[in-house]
Every structure is written in C-alpha cells, then in structure tokens.
C-alpha cells in the first residue's frame, strides 16, 4: 500500500520476479476497467478522475506500506501523467487523489500497525536499487 507515484508498482513487479510471486497491479485493473464500455469501468473512470480511491473488497494478512514524501509522489506522479499520458495524473485529479489516499489510509494502517501487520519499506528519494533491497528484505521477514 502507497500514494500515487510513490512506486510500489516498479518495486512489486520486480519483487514478484526475483520471489516467483505474481503481480496483479490494481491501478493497472483499474485503469483497463474504465476504458471498458461496461458501466463499472465508466463507474471506476469518473471516480478517477475525480482523485478519488475506487471501492475495492478484500483483507491482506500483511500490509507493507510504502513510504515515500508527498514531494516525490507529486513530482512522480506528474512525470508519469506526461509520459503515458494517463488521465488520471492530471494534477487536479493527483491533488485530490493524495488528499483522499491520506484521509481514507490512515486508519487501515492505524489498525494494521496496532495489529503487528504493518510491514514498512521507505521508497522516498534514494535508489531504486536501494528501494528494491528494502522490498525483499521486507518480503523475506514475512515469509
């Protein structure tokens, strides 16, 4: 679990490549889902577009959390939207998205952490080579 842009996709994939693992990324489901002409993925792309967090059910065992500034998200955030020109990083819609992910987050991880399920790796403005030995070090402690 992460903001938007703080790279918990780049350090997943590379995570379920060294451990065998697979990778289902959900902003990646959903970003598929609402060019879909189903009234769920229209559903899903207004949400959004809207910065807002997609209802989704499900409970992980272990939550890893990852840490990273709102400086850097944003900065990520805004490069990414550039580059693949995904309407979601616009930067109204990443604003808002930041500002939800806060407020709707902090009691699941409040509740994670009070449980012993939170697990934390920092993928704030070091290495990505760093980032990714932090991501198995972690992944390796809950095996």
């Known amino acids: 679990m992460g903001g938007p842009g703080c790279g ?3 350090q997943c994939k590379n995570v379920a490549t060294k451990y ?9 489901l959903l970003t598929q889902e609402g060019q879909c002409s189903t009234q ?3 559903e899903a792309r207004d949400i959004m577009l809207q910065g807002l ?21 944003v900065c990520r955030v805004w490069h990414r939207g550039q580059k693949e020109h995904r309407v979601r990083d616009c930067e109204s819609a990443l604003r808002q998205g930041l500002e939800t ?7 699941v991880l409040t509740s994670y952490q009070q449980n012993n ?5 920092d993928l704030g403005r070091s ?5 990714f ?8 402690r809950l095996q």
């Open 8 to 10: 918990k996709g780049t």
């Open 20 to 28: 065998g693992f697979c990778h289902v990324g959900l902003g990646q």
């Open 40 to 42: 769920w993925g229209w």
């Open 53 to 73: 967090l997609v209802p989704t059910v499900g409970r992980a065992p272990d939550l890893i959390m990852f840490d990273c500034s709102m400086d850097v998200m």
């Open 101 to 107: 992910y806060d407020t709707l987050c902090e009691p």
């Open 117 to 121: 399920l939170l697990r934390n790796a």
């Open 127 to 131: 290495s990505s080579r760093r980032h």
């Open 133 to 140: 030995a932090q991501c198995c070090s972690v992944t390796e």
